[in-house]
Nanobody
Framework: QVQLVESGGGLVQAGGSLALSCAAS????????IGWFRQAPGKEREFVAG????????NYANSVKGRFTISRDNAKNTVYLQMNTLKPEDTAIYYC?????????????????WGQGTQVTVSS
Protein backbone atom coordinates (compact mmCIF):
# COMPACT_ATOMS: atom_id res chain seq x y z
CA GLN A 1 0.00 0.00 0.00
CA VAL A 2 1.05 3.55 -0.74
CA GLN A 3 -0.27 6.58 1.09
CA LEU A 4 -0.32 10.04 -0.44
CA VAL A 5 -1.00 13.19 1.53
CA GLU A 6 -1.49 16.54 -0.18
CA SER A 7 -1.09 19.87 1.56
CA GLY A 8 -0.78 23.55 0.73
CA GLY A 9 -4.18 24.37 -0.69
CA GLY A 10 -6.08 27.50 0.23
CA LEU A 11 -7.67 30.71 -0.94
CA VAL A 12 -5.74 33.16 -3.07
CA GLN A 13 -6.56 36.12 -5.27
CA ALA A 14 -6.17 35.95 -9.02
CA GLY A 15 -2.57 36.52 -10.01
CA GLY A 16 -1.30 35.06 -6.77
CA SER A 17 0.66 31.90 -6.03
CA LEU A 18 0.29 28.70 -4.05
CA ALA A 19 2.57 25.74 -3.52
CA LEU A 20 1.17 22.26 -3.08
CA SER A 21 3.01 19.26 -1.64
CA CYS A 22 2.40 15.54 -2.02
CA ALA A 23 4.14 13.26 0.46
CA ALA A 24 4.32 9.56 -0.37
CA SER A 25 4.79 6.82 2.18
CA UNK A 26 4.36 3.08 2.49
CA UNK A 27 5.53 0.47 0.03
CA UNK A 28 6.71 2.76 -2.74
CA UNK A 29 8.81 1.39 -5.59
CA UNK A 30 12.31 2.82 -6.01
CA UNK A 31 11.14 4.54 -9.17
CA UNK A 32 7.64 5.89 -9.53
CA UNK A 33 5.72 8.61 -11.28
CA ILE A 34 3.60 11.22 -9.55
CA GLY A 35 0.86 13.08 -11.31
CA TRP A 36 -1.23 16.04 -10.19
CA PHE A 37 -4.85 16.14 -11.25
CA ARG A 38 -7.67 18.54 -10.47
CA GLN A 39 -11.42 18.47 -10.44
CA ALA A 40 -13.54 21.58 -10.58
CA PRO A 41 -17.22 21.57 -9.54
CA GLY A 42 -19.34 19.98 -12.22
CA LYS A 43 -16.34 18.99 -14.31
CA GLU A 44 -14.37 15.83 -14.86
CA ARG A 45 -11.02 15.32 -13.20
CA GLU A 46 -8.18 16.40 -15.46
CA PHE A 47 -4.42 16.01 -15.64
CA VAL A 48 -2.36 19.01 -14.53
CA ALA A 49 1.28 17.94 -14.33
CA GLY A 50 3.47 14.92 -13.71
CA UNK A 51 7.07 14.00 -12.99
CA UNK A 52 9.16 10.86 -13.21
CA UNK A 53 11.48 9.86 -10.40
CA UNK A 54 15.01 9.39 -11.76
CA UNK A 55 15.30 11.57 -14.85
CA UNK A 56 12.61 13.89 -13.45
CA UNK A 57 10.96 14.25 -16.81
CA UNK A 58 7.99 16.57 -16.51
CA ASN A 59 4.67 16.80 -18.33
CA TYR A 60 2.15 19.63 -18.19
CA ALA A 61 -1.34 20.30 -19.37
CA ASN A 62 -1.44 23.11 -21.91
CA SER A 63 -3.64 25.16 -19.60
CA VAL A 64 -0.90 25.42 -16.94
CA LYS A 65 2.30 25.50 -19.00
CA GLY A 66 4.44 28.48 -18.09
CA ARG A 67 2.51 29.06 -14.84
CA PHE A 68 2.90 25.81 -12.88
CA THR A 69 6.13 24.00 -12.05
CA ILE A 70 6.35 20.45 -10.76
CA SER A 71 9.41 19.20 -8.89
CA ARG A 72 10.33 16.46 -6.48
CA ASP A 73 12.68 15.64 -3.63
CA ASN A 74 13.28 11.90 -3.78
CA ALA A 75 15.05 11.87 -0.41
CA LYS A 76 11.82 13.13 1.16
CA ASN A 77 9.47 11.18 -1.15
CA THR A 78 7.73 14.48 -1.79
CA VAL A 79 6.51 16.12 -4.98
CA TYR A 80 5.74 19.82 -5.21
CA LEU A 81 3.51 21.85 -7.47
CA GLN A 82 4.33 25.55 -7.59
CA MET A 83 1.38 27.45 -9.01
CA ASN A 84 1.92 31.02 -10.15
CA THR A 85 -0.28 33.57 -11.88
CA LEU A 86 -3.35 31.72 -10.68
CA LYS A 87 -6.67 32.25 -12.42
CA PRO A 88 -10.22 31.72 -11.17
CA GLU A 89 -10.48 28.78 -13.56
CA ASP A 90 -7.72 27.05 -11.58
CA THR A 91 -10.19 26.65 -8.73
CA ALA A 92 -10.55 22.94 -8.04
CA ILE A 93 -9.68 20.12 -5.71
CA TYR A 94 -6.13 19.06 -6.50
CA TYR A 95 -5.11 15.42 -6.17
CA CYS A 96 -1.77 13.74 -6.45
CA UNK A 97 -1.57 10.20 -7.77
CA UNK A 98 1.07 7.46 -7.81
CA UNK A 99 2.05 5.09 -10.57
CA UNK A 100 4.84 2.52 -10.61
CA UNK A 101 4.85 2.56 -14.42
CA UNK A 102 3.40 5.28 -16.61
CA UNK A 103 3.07 5.09 -20.37
CA UNK A 104 0.50 7.85 -20.76
CA UNK A 105 0.76 10.31 -17.85
CA UNK A 106 -2.56 12.00 -18.64
CA UNK A 107 -4.53 8.77 -18.33
CA UNK A 108 -6.01 8.36 -14.86
CA UNK A 109 -6.14 4.59 -15.26
CA UNK A 110 -2.32 4.53 -15.10
CA UNK A 111 -2.36 5.51 -11.43
CA UNK A 112 -2.95 3.04 -8.66
CA UNK A 113 -3.02 5.28 -5.58
CA TRP A 114 -4.58 8.69 -4.97
CA GLY A 115 -4.43 11.25 -2.22
CA GLN A 116 -7.48 12.73 -0.54
CA GLY A 117 -7.17 16.06 -2.33
CA THR A 118 -6.62 19.65 -1.30
CA GLN A 119 -8.87 22.57 -2.18
CA VAL A 120 -7.51 25.48 -4.19
CA THR A 121 -9.76 28.50 -4.57
CA VAL A 122 -8.80 31.49 -6.70
CA SER A 123 -10.94 34.57 -6.28
CA SER A 124 -11.36 37.16 -9.03
Amino acid sequence: QVQLVESGGGLVQAGGSLALSCAASGRTFSTYYIGWFRQAPGKEREFVAGISSVAQITNYANSVKGRFTISRDNAKNTVYLQMNTLKPEDTAIYYCAYSSLVVSPMSQSQYSYWGQGTQVTVSS
